[in-house]
């Protein structure tokens, strides 16, 4: 079966943060219908781990309505494109004021690809040194601190972490542990 494909597009909304478009598709039926996307950079997402303890950051998500813990994660300023180590690294920093001597890929990850086209690599980073953090002006409200796992663990268990990205990252890192690769 042929897949769905691309008659089409026009952009209808941009910010310095994202891209919404309209796309007219052909469906493999021969059909024809409208797919609304939204286009981000991609991003990083760091489980920065030292001892028993993980690094997480909390903050206002407005269209939550609501504060939320999450791993430390982003894009490049301006939509730009920055290979996902580098944006790792740069992100650990600014968000916590971390810095890793190894970052390990632990995976990829889609946002939301029934809407949107934004995947994220997912980082273990050890052998952590602490210094001050360097946020963005839309990040002044975030706050960080080291959790030990069974209080994370607690905490996704009860709804107080419900940032789909950071559980499924934190999968990732069980899965690796188990597997040991």
């Known amino acids: 079966m042929k897949p769905t494909t691309q008659v089409s597009s026009r952009e209808v909304y941009r910010n310095n943060w994202l891209t919404v478009r309209e796309d007219v598709v052909r469906r493999p039926d021969g059909s024809t219908g409208i797919y609304g996307v939204v286009d981000k950079p991609d991003y990083a997402l760091i489980i920065a781990v030292d001892g028993d303890r993980l690094a997480l950051v909390e903050q206002y998500r407005y269209p939550l309505g609501e504060r939320r813990w999450e791993f430390p994660q982003g894009t490049a300023?301006?939509?730009?494109?920055?290979?996902?180590?580098?944006?790792?690294?740069?992100?650990?920093?600014?968000?916590?004021?971390?810095?890793?001597?190894?970052?390990?890929?632990?995976?990829?990850?889609?946002?939301?690809?029934?809407?949107?086209?934004?995947?994220?690599?997912?980082?273990?980073?050890?052998?952590?040194?602490?210094?001050?953090h360097d946020r963005e002006h839309e990040e002044?409200?975030?706050?960080?601190?080291?959790?030990?796992?069974?209080?994370?663990?607690?905490?996704?268990?009860?709804?107080?972490?419900?940032?789909?990205?950071?559980?499924a990252a934190y999968g990732l890192l069980l899965l690796r542990e188990r597997i040991g690769s």
């Open 77 to 132: 300023p301006g939509r730009a494109e920055v290979a996902p180590a580098e944006l790792a690294a740069r992100e650990l920093r600014e968000e916590t004021g971390l810095t890793a001597g190894s970052f390990v890929v632990l995976g990829r990850l889609d946002i939301a690809a029934g809407m949107s086209s934004q995947r994220g690599s997912v980082f273990l980073a050890t052998d952590i040194t602490e210094g001050e």
């Open 140 to 167: 002044q409200d975030m706050h960080f601190a080291w959790f030990e796992r069974s209080r994370f663990e607690d905490m996704v268990r009860s709804g107080e972490i419900t940032d789909a990205q950071s559980i």
